[in-house]
């Protein structure tokens, strides 16, 4: 039995390469608290009842959470919002959904997701940009009529 079985040798190039350390919690927050400060807030400044940083920063938590619209944004910040107190302004509370959806509505989508990919690489501390192949699927009859629910779609990255 000791044929068959070559020895292995370390690669060099997977000793050069250093994998990051994660980020610590109050590391996170800080880049979280800073991340959206270079985008331009296209509000008017008489309807500025809330900071761009903390609507966009519950916004971002949110969609990481799960949620899949404006009230859930809202919802995430009402049931966080001790937490978002410690690294958040917050001067007149959660904003409401419309105030997310006006928000939104009025961004620059391409300034946002630059900032966002920027920020998620930091995070991750990837030097360049990586491509990540995604492929989605709709499972055919997996709907219920009965029930109103839709087929399932399944995404792998």
């Known amino acids: 039995m000791t044929k068959g079985f070559a020895s292995r040798k370390p690669d060099k190039k997977a000793q050069s390469q250093v994998s ?3 980020l610590t919690i109050p590391e996170l927050k800080t880049n979280l608290s ?5 985008i331009p ?3 008017a400044e008489r309807t500025k009842l809330h900071l761009l940083k903390d ?3 519950i916004a971002l938590l949110s ?3 799960g949620g899949n619209g404006w009230e859930d944004m809202e919802n995430y910040g009402i049931s966080k919002l001790t937490w978002l107190k410690e ?3 917050l001067p007149n ?3 409401s959904d419309d105030t997310f959806r006006r928000v939104f509505e009025r961004l620059n989508p391409q300034g946002f997701e630059k900032i966002l990919t920027d920020f998620i690489h930091h995070i991750l501390g990837l030097g360049s940009p990586r491509t990540i192949p995604i492929d989605g699927k709709t499972l055919r009859g997996s709907y219920d009529r009965e029930k109103g629910l839709k087929n399932l779609h399944l995404v792998t990255a």
Request: proline fraction near 17%; glycine fraction near 4%.
């Open 55 to 57: 609507i966009l920063v």
């Open 41 to 43: 807030d296209p509000r």
């Open 87 to 89: 690294f958040l302004k």
């Open 93 to 95: 509370g959660i904003p």
């Open 63 to 65: 969609t990481i959470s």
């Open 20 to 22: 990051p350390q994660p």
């Open 34 to 38: 800073t991340c959206f400060d270079d």
